[in-house]
């Protein structure tokens, strides 16, 4: 079993619908959590930096962290075309550990 | 645009060959990292240099080897090359060696073992 599990998706929504991608992992050290957005033949970007539990919000973007139940979140609202990406969730357990990388799950907004 | 430049953008070779992967961070930043991702794998870290010394090990496997010169580009070295290695290697780069956040990733090399 992967220490970090995220659903590959394909996820397919409509133009303005509110997106929720999530993330569990097994590791109870993880302390940093991170979203980054992967467009098609390119490298990750980062959208979000947790640290440890609670909720960010950054313009459209929320991250959530529960690490009580060792799971974390990211709800996109009023969903674009130009947000049709792979979201892959990272964490680690110290500042400057490797990252650890969910899988990744594959948005799809349709105009 | 990251900032963060790696070349060549796609490679083919044989089984058995070795090949070399490079990379130059953006301007000001000393710390770089070699991730692999693979559709079976997802995104594994490999190594990190941070001002030419060797800072953290990952998944690396014995025949890829890095180095990080004085002017802080990095190469990946990939030798006896096996048809799994191939992927996409990212080469990612931040100022410090702890700054998980502000870690800025290539477009990356699509490398094809055939």
């Known amino acids: 079993q992967k220490e970090v599990e995220q659903d590959p998706g394909p996820l397919s929504v409509p133009e303005g619908a509110i997106v929720s991608l999530n993330c569990t992992y097994s590791?109870?050290?993880?302390?940093?959590f991170m979203w980054y957005r992967q467009y098609s033949r390119k490298g990750p970007e980062l959208l979000m930096y947790?640290?440890?539990?609670g909720n960010k919000e950054d313009g459209r973007f929320t991250a959530q962290v529960d690490k009580s139940s060792k799971y974390i979140s990211l709800f996109i609202r009023d969903s674009q075309p130009s947000d049709s990406a792979t979201y892959l969730c990272?964490?680690?357990?110290?500042?400057?550990?490797?990252?650890?990388f969910g899988g990744g799950t594959r948005l799809m907004v349709k105009p | 645009d990251s900032g963060v430049t790696q070349t060549p953008k796609h490679l083919i070779t044989a089984t058995g060959q070795r090949v070399t992967l490079r990379c130059s961070p953006r301007?000001?930043?000393?710390?770089v990292y070699w991730y692999q991702q693979s559709l079976d794998q997802g995104l594994q870290f490999l190594i990190q240099?941070?001002?030419?010394?060797?800072?953290a090990k990952g998944n690396i496997l014995e025949r890829f080897s890095a180095q990080q010169f004085p002017d802080l580009h990095s190469e990946l070295n990939l030798s006896s090359l096996e048809l799994g290695d191939s992927a996409l290697y990212f080469c990612?780069?931040?100022?410090?060696?702890?700054?998980?956040?502000?870690?800025?990733f290539g477009s990356g090399t699509q490398l094809s073992v055939l």
């Open positions: 990612a780069s931040s100022v410090g060696v702890s700054d998980n956040e502000k870690l800025f």
């Open positions: 301007s000001g930043d000393l710390s």
């Open positions: 240099y941070y001002n030419g010394e060797e800072r």
């Open positions: 590791n109870s050290a993880f302390q940093y």
């Open positions: 947790t640290y440890s539990s």
């Open positions: 990272a964490m680690s357990a110290n500042a400057g550990n490797m990252l650890t």
